[in-house]
Structures are given as C-alpha cells and as structure tokens.
C-alpha cells in the first residue's frame, strides 16, 4: 500500500519485531496519542517519542510484559511470541485497509524497528542536568530580550550563561545554572507557564515556555551580545550588536520597527526551477559592489544564502534593488532579502554551495559588471542554468530587473 504523497506506508523486507518504528508524526505528538492508535492491536508497554531531526518519529513496543510470567505462570516464549503478534496484526491490518494509520490527520508510516525491546524511555530531554533548552512559543527573535530571560529564570537560582537563537521549532534559549537541583527547580515550576504579560511586547498576546534539559554541561559564549550572556565573565569582549540590542528599535517613516542593518545579507529563494549555485549568486549581488563571501544552506525546506560586502552601505543598496526580483525571466527564483545578524562569514570550503573571494587563490575572475551588460545582446542562458535549459519567457539572458 502506498500513502497518497506515494511513499510507502510499510516496508515489508524487515524482519518482524514487537517494537515499531512510527514516521510522519504531527509535532510533539504525545505518548496517550500513540497509545490510542495502537490499542486496538494489543497492549502498548513502552513507547519512545519525538526522536529524529525533526521530532516526528517515535517507537512502540506491545507486549503482556513480564506480570504474566510471574502472575499467571505463562512460559516466557509464549509471551514473547504473543508480543509479536500484536505487532503484527497492526502492520497487516494497515497494509491491508484502504485507510492510512493517522494522528490529528496526518498519514503515520509504519515499519518494523531493528530492535527488540525499548531499553530506555527517556529522552536526553527527560535527563536532568545544569542546562536548560527552553522553546519560547508564540514570539519571533527579538520579542522577548535576553535580560527578560534572564529576568525570569534567576528567581530560581543564578544563572551562569545565557544563549538564544532561532531553529524550526522557533526561538530558543539555552540557560545554564550552577547545578542540575537548580535547574529542575526552575523547570519544574515554569514548564507550561506563560513568561507575565507586563514583560512582553504590546504585539504579543502571550507566550508559552516548553523546557526540557540540554545535553550541554558548559556553554561555550564568546561574546557578550543581546543574543548570548556569560554572567560569571565580566572581562569577556561585547559583540557591537550587544549595544544596539539594548537600545529602543528605531522606527521607519511608516511608524513600523525599522531592521537592524548589516554588511551581510540574507537570502531565500523561493520557486526555485533553475540551479542557484555561488557563481549565479555572484554575478546577480556583484553588479552592486564587492561580494566578499558567499554561503548557501537548506533551512526549513528551502534554500538560503548568506551575501557578505564590505560595508552596510552596498549591502542597504543591493537589498533595496534585489528584494522582490527573480533571477531567472518568468517569475523563477524570487529572491527575498533581510538583513543578517552575521558580519563576517566563516567560509571554509571552496565549492559550488560557499566561496570566499576575499582570498586570492581560491577567489575566481569574474567579468565586470560592464560587460555583463554588453552580453545582453549575446544568446546566452540565465545566470547557472544548465545549456539545455531554457527561461520560461523567451527574453535575453540577463535577468529582467538587471539595471540597463
């Protein structure tokens, strides 16, 4: 049987077990959701959730566990075989029926895990420690500051270090105490709770904390900034941006919250129909000025680039020209355009996806931007599209907002 997005629901070349391997979960799908899927199959025992990248897969275990063998004198391998029955009357049932297995409406893959038994059920989220990973719902970077963080978790306790940032479950905190005791205590009482409405901005309703431990013992913080905080190193440098962190945000002509400006752009790519690789990206952001480093990356399904200049001023210049446009003719890899935190990219590699131009032995000639614009009347393709590949209007090669 084959889900409607044609990847297989089951994968039948595994060797049967009582453990299965669930796929495709809904976010922080919850121990009592996989239970009442698999019910009606058998008894669940143990289940392991949200592991993976992205914390959408989890395993369950059937089985009578060892309460028959001690209360009812059943031979062990009868209920090691009954155990694995359960499991597979689910994946035969689900192979067979017409209707996917679902959670809150999403198709659940199943297959057969390559263990036997689910050893440990918790996660290095559920291990306590001195370190707390805290998902602030809710908000986007920059509503709520670190010393609102710092504010809130230091009722519980002194806080060491301090780091924020941005991954795909939103904005994130790491929050380091002197002992794992301390670090439960806040947890414990602040886990669920919502950070007091008088913190927050007007914009914000309300937000909620979701904590769990970090593997992390010692944060590593280099810099004082309004991203990151080490509480026990008053000699430690501060980041430029940590000033402009604690002033008010200026606000634009329009009276809205005008960005931070920055050297470094950043860059998604949307629509995407043609290859993007540094060579495209440099010809489009070079006509502007100087492109020092280039580093492209897969973020949340799409594609992003980080475009570094020399200074703010050619970087303000080409974001106002390039927001919006598309690099190929007929709406293809449409460019938006912000402002990176970023002011000096650590570009390593020297490939199709990361370039460092600053470097004279890896940087490449490129023609200038004159004659760039003299090859307007020559036949060739868009910027990186492979010879075979056409624009979808048939226009000159040269992209329709490049300056003339």
């Known amino acids: 049987m084959s889900s409607s997005s044609g990847q ?53 275990e059937f089985g009578c566990g060892m309460v028959a063998v001690l209360l009812v004198s059943v031979p062990f391998d009868d209920i090691e075989s009954a155990d694995l029955n359960q499991a597979i009357s689910m994946v035969s049932y689900y192979a067979s029926s017409s209707d996917p297995a679902q959670v809150r409406g999403k198709t659940v893959y199943i297959q057969y895990s390559n263990r036997q038994e689910i050893t ?20 986007e970077a920059g509503d709520v500051s670190i010393d609102v963080i710092h504010l809130v978790f230091s009722a519980f306790g002194f806080v060491h270090k301090i780091a924020t940032f941005e991954k795909a479950a939103g904005f994130q905190a790491l929050i380091q105490y002197t002992d794992a005791e301390t670090a439960s205590n806040a947890r414990n009482a602040l886990d669920g709770r919502s950070i007091p409405r008088y913190l927050l901005p007007e914009h914000v309703a309300s937000c909620h904390l979701r904590i769990s431990f970090s593997a992390h013992t010692d944060l590593n913080i280099k810099f004082q900034s309004h991203r990151s905080r080490d509480y ?45 690789t540094v060579d495209v990206l440099h010809k489009v952001f070079s006509t502007f000025g100087t492109v020092q480093k280039i580093a492209i990356f897969e973020k949340n399904g799409g594609m992003q680039a980080l475009i570094q200049y020399p200074d703010v001023t050619t970087a303000a210049v080409a974001k106002g020209a390039l927001e919006g446009h598309c690099i190929y003719e007929g709406g293809y890899c449409k460019l938006h355009l912000s402002y990176s935190r970023h ?28 004659s760039l614009q003299a090859s307007q009347s020559m036949s060739m393709p868009p910027y990186g599209m492979p010879p075979n590949a056409q624009p979808h209007a048939a226009s000159a090669g040269l992209p329709s907002y490049y300056p003339s």
């Open 8 to 60: 297989p629901q089951f994968r039948y070349t595994q060797t049967p077990s009582k453990v299965l391997h669930l796929r495709n979960l809904p976010w922080e799908c919850t121990e009592e959701e996989l239970v009442e899927l698999c019910k009606p199959f058998g008894k669940i025992v143990n289940t392991k959730c949200n592991v993976g990248a992205n914390r959408n897969q989890a395993f369950v």
């Open 343 to 370: 002011t000096d990219l650590n570009v390593k590699a020297h490939n199709d996806r990361s370039r460092d131009y600053t470097i004279p032995d890896t940087a490449i000639s490129h023609a200038p931007a004159e």
């Open 232 to 276: 026990t190193n008053p000699y430690l440098p501060v980041n430029p941006s940590a000033i402009e962190g604690t002033l008010q945000p200026t606000l634009g002509p329009d009276g809205k919250k005008k960005e931070p400006e920055s050297n470094v752009l950043l860059a998604s790519i949307e629509n995407m129909q043609y290859a993007v």
């Open 120 to 139: 440990n059920n918790k996660s290095s989220g559920d291990v306590s420690g001195n370190v707390l990973l805290v998902t602030i719902e809710g908000v």
